[in-house]
Each structure stands twice: as C-alpha cells, then as structure tokens.
C-alpha cells in the first residue's frame, strides 16, 4: 500500500498572498483611523453646540471663534475653517455646516479619499 500524505496547510506562495492581503489592510486601517477619530472629535464639539444657549443669535465670527477654541482644546489645530466650514442663518438660528475631505497618500500615485459631512442646528 502507498503511503504517500498530501501536503497540508499552506505553501509559500498561500503564505506571501496571505501576508500581503492582511498587510494591505492594516495599512489602509491605519491610515483612516485617525482621520476618523479626527471627525468623530469634531463631530462631538459641533454636537455641543446645541447646549450653549442664545449660540444661534451670535455672530458668525463669534459662533466660529467657539468651534475654533473648542477644536484646538480637542486637538484639532490645522483645519481649514474658511474652506470647510459654512454657517447658515435663519429667523430661528444657525446651522452650522462641516463639510470636508481628506486626500491621504497610500502608496506611489494611490490616495485615500474620505468625505465628510456633518450639520447641527443651533438656536437663539
């Protein structure tokens, strides 16, 4: 009787494509992470806007002179206010509209693009 075994588990090639896959993905989760932890931030000063009463009734340099100070006490220093950030004005108030995209270089000509888009009303 033969008693020839098959191979079992993987070869060097299964092993290489396997590491690159993984690898390819820890890069790009990287990467996006702390774009993400960035506009999860921004996203929660904005939020806290709505409990600053009679926001909605200031200016709008003064409503953009809170998002600023509260961005650089969060760690938010190079943001682009005039090009990203719009405030809207009704009878009622203001909303506030953070609208904005990242372009990360990957690898070579490859970028990572991530859009972001966040809107909060706030009241007189």
Same mark, same amino acid.
Request: hydrophobic letters at 45%; zero cysteines; a neutral charge.
């Given at each position: 009787?033969?008693?020839?075994?098959?191979?079992?588990?993987?070869?060097?090639?299964?092993?290489?494509?396997?590491?690159?896959? @993984?690898?390819?993905?820890?890069?790009?989760?990287?990467?996006?992470?702390?774009?993400?932890?960035?506009?999860?931030?921004?996203?929660?000063?904005?939020?806290?806007?709505?409990?600053?009463?009679?926001?909605?009734?200031?200016?709008?340099?003064?409503?953009?002179?809170? !998002?600023?100070?509260? @961005?650089?006490?969060?760690?938010?220093?190079? @943001?682009?206010?005039?090009?990203?950030?719009? !405030?809207?004005?009704?009878?009622?108030?203001?909303?506030?509209?953070?609208?904005?995209?990242?372009?990360?270089?990957?690898?070579?000509?490859?970028?990572? !693009?991530?859009?972001?888009?966040?809107?909060?009303?706030?009241?007189?």
């Amino acid at each position: 009787m033969n008693s020839m075994s098959r191979q079992q588990g993987l070869g060097v090639a299964g092993w290489l494509l396997l590491i690159l896959v @993984f690898g390819g993905a820890m890069t790009v989760g990287m990467k996006l992470l702390p774009l993400y932890m960035d506009h999860r931030t921004m996203s929660n000063v904005l939020d806290s806007l709505t409990e600053i009463s009679g926001l909605g009734s200031q200016r709008s340099d003064q409503i953009q002179s809170v !998002i600023q100070q509260r @961005f650089k006490l969060n760690g938010i220093r190079d @943001f682009n206010f005039k090009d990203n950030m719009t !405030i809207a004005r009704d009878d009622d108030g203001a909303t506030v509209i953070l609208d904005y995209e990242v372009r990360m270089p990957l690898v070579s000509n490859v970028d990572l !693009i991530a859009s972001f888009n966040k809107e909060v009303r706030v009241q007189n």
